[in-house]
């Protein structure tokens, strides 16, 4: 069973830029978590979708944004790339909409902004 | 609000040392509890998961038991392997929007180097 698949993996992007990345979930899961991992804020919730409607969002400014496609893939953009949008972006399929199922994680997008 | 708080690193140890990383966590309500192992380059991974107190969450030589009286979920093996080295994560689900929600809440990570 393949795993999640996080296109592309690294990137390197100049300020007021914007950029899209995609989340390709496990077969069969229909809700998409993305999260935003760097060494100064650890882990930070991005936003969270379930059959192609965003449920719930962190506190992050508009420039972030998302959508899922109605075969659960899932996309997210910033746009007027700033430097400190450089992170590691982790996407996570579950199977359902329910605290406590597992979470399973991509290998993340690695973004750089210049 | 809902927060989870872990032991700062690196935790540095020999192989077959036993291992303690403390976790406790804030929350309203009744979160599930997981932890978490990021290996280098890697994504996440999920090591264990608890869903009610006094349950005990077991994988890999790995435990960690929920204990709503202390909120904490600390995890401990008995004897490390170098294999073991990487960064672990305690996070909760959020209890809140009536449980219907995936988000979790991470802690900062505990760097785990196991020496030969």
């Known amino acids: 069973k393949a795993g999640v698949t996080q296109t592309p993996r690294y990137l390197i992007k100049t300020r007021g830029q914007q950029v899209t990345l995609s989340c390709s979930p496990i077969s069969g899961h229909r809700s998409v978590s993305w999260y935003q991992q760097t060494p100064g804020q650890g882990l930070q919730f991005l936003f969270e979708y379930f059959s192609e409607t965003q449920r719930n969002k962190g506190n992050f400014p508009g420039r972030f944004s998302g959508r899922q496609f109605s075969n659960s893939r899932s996309e997210m953009n910033v746009s007027t790339l700033e430097l400190g949008d450089s992170a590691l972006y982790l996407c996570?399929?579950?199977?359902?909409?329910?605290?406590?199922?597992?979470?399973?994680f991509g290998q993340g997008t690695r973004l750089t902004v210049v | 609000g809902n927060s989870v708080t872990q032991m700062e690193g690196p935790v540095t140890l020999s192989e077959e040392a036993f291992l303690t990383i403390n976790c406790t966590y804030t929350a309203t309500g009744y979160p599930s509890l997981f932890w978490y192992v990021q290996y280098p380059g890697e994504g996440l991974q999920l090591l264990l998961k608890a869903t009610k107190a006094d349950d005990k969450g077991s994988n890999k030589g790995f435990e960690a038991t929920y204990r709503k009286e202390t909120t904490s979920f600390h995890l401990e093996k008995g004897s490390v392997q170098v294999s073991d080295s990487a960064v672990y994560f305690c996070a909760l689900s959020d209890p809140g929007y009536g449980g219907a929600t995936n988000k979790l809440i991470f802690g900062t990570g505990t760097l785990l180097a196991v020496q030969p």
């Open positions: 996570a399929s579950s199977l359902a909409l329910a605290g406590g199922t597992e979470a399973f």
